[in-house]
C-alpha cells in the first residue's frame, strides 16, 4: 500500500495523484467520519463537498463512503469496498475516526492491504494521525469524543506508521499554537514523532 500523508487538504505533491491516474482507475473512496462529532448542517457539509471539489479536480471520481453504515457488518462493508483500490480520509476528530473505523471493521480491512501495492491510502490531520502507534497525546488537540455510543474512546492506533505524524506544525492553523504543547509532551516521553507543516507531505510505500 501506497501512503500520501499530508499535514492539510491535499498539500504540495498532487504530481503523484497524476502519476496515479494515469496508471490506476478513477476511483477513489472518500471517508469524512472524522468529522461526524460535529452536528449535521449546512456549514459542515459545505466543508466536507470542499474536499471532494478538490479530488474531483485533480480527475478523481468520488465514491463517498459513510462508515456508520457498516457498523457491525464488517463483511458487507469488505463486500462493498472490493471494486477501489483508493482511499482519501479527512481531517476532524481522531478519537471519533478511530472508532468509526473499529465499529465497520475498516481498521481490519486496512491492515490487510498494508503490503499489496496496487491500494493507496491518503488523507489529511486526523485521516493520518490514526495510523499511529497510539493516539495518546493527541487529546491535548482533538477531544476524546465518541458520538455513537457511551463506550470510551480508543487510545490504540491501527500501528501502520511507527511514529505520530504531527500536522498542522508552525503553521497558519488554528491548532497550530497546540501543536506545540504536543511536540513538548512527546519530547518529554520519547515518544516516535514527525512535524508536518500544512503542505507538506510525506509519502511512504511498504515493501
Known amino acids: 500500500m501506497k501512503l500520501y500523508l499530508s499535514s492539510y487538504k ?18 477513489i473512496v472518500f471517508i469524512s467520519n472524522a468529522r461526524d462529532w460535529l452536528p449535521d448542517s449546512l456549514e459542515k457539509e459545505k466543508k466536507i463537498k470542499e474536499n471532494i471539489i478538490d479530488l474531483q479536480e485533480l480527475g478523481f471520481e ?17 463486500e ?6 483508493a482511499f482519501y480520509v479527512i481531517g476532524g476528530n481522531v478519537y471519533t ?6 465499529y465497520s471493521g475498516f481498521d481490519n480491512y486496512l491492515k490487510e492491504l498494508v503490503h499489496k501495492d496496487e491500494y493507496l491510502y491518503a488523507g489529511y490531520s486526523a485521516g493520518i494521525c490514526v495510523l499511529s502507534p497510539t493516539l495518546a497525546g493527541l487529546n491535548l488537540v482533538d477531544k476524546p469524543i465518541n458520538p455513537y455510543n457511551d463506550e470510551p ?12 505524524p504531527v500536522p498542522h506544525y508552525k503553521s497558519e492553523h488554528p491548532e497550530s499554537a497546540i501543536i506545540d504543547k504536543v511536540v513538548e509532551l512527546f519530547n518529554k516521553k520519547k515518544i516516535n514523532y514527525k512535524t508536518m507543516r500544512d503542505g507538506d507531505v510525506i509519502i511512504f510505500e511498504f515493501p
Open 97 to 102: 475516526l478511530r472508532l468509526a473505523m473499529k
Open 153 to 164: 474512546v480508543l487510545y490504540d492506533g491501527l500501528e501502520i506508521l511507527d511514529f505520530i
Open 10 to 27: 491535499l498539500g504540495n505533491k498532487k504530481d503523484f495523484f497524476k502519476k496515479w491516474l494515469q496508471e490506476h482507475d478513477k476511483k
Open 80 to 85: 462493498d469496498l472490493k471494486p477501489y483500490k
Open 62 to 78: 468520488v465514491i463517498r463512503f459513510d462508515l456508520r453504515n457498516y457498523f457491525h457488518n464488517e463483511t458487507k462493508l469488505r
